[in-house]
């Protein structure tokens, strides 16, 4: 699939998963957008989220960490199931 032109993307989003000794794996799933709204930033973290094992995942919005919330923030996303 060809991917869509962004112009100027200001937030990007990745994730990544832990294996049975709670060692993060390689990061995957990444990709860069525009700020569209939270509601938008939160649905796309809930899918990736949709898996049953501990999962990491990381919001940069205008080249800062931030939490679900779109707060600042120093640690990334981590979902333990």
């Known amino acids: 699939m060809k991917k869509l032109p962004v112009d100027k993307p ?3 989003i990745r994730r990544r998963f832990f294996d ?7 990061w995957q ?6 700020f569209i709204d939270k ?3 939160r649905k796309q973290v809930d899918l990736l989220n ?6 990491e995942i990381e919001i940069i919005l205008n080249k800062e960490r931030v939490d679900y919330d779109l707060y600042p923030t120093e640690d ?3 979902y333990d199931k």
């Open 10 to 12: 200001n937030y990007s």
């Open 29 to 34: 799933d990444h990709g860069l957008g525009l």
């Open 39 to 41: 509601k938008t930033i």
């Open 76 to 78: 990334n996303l981590i």
């Open 50 to 55: 949709k898996r049953k094992t501990k999962t």
């Open 20 to 26: 049975v000794n709670g060692d993060p794996l390689p």
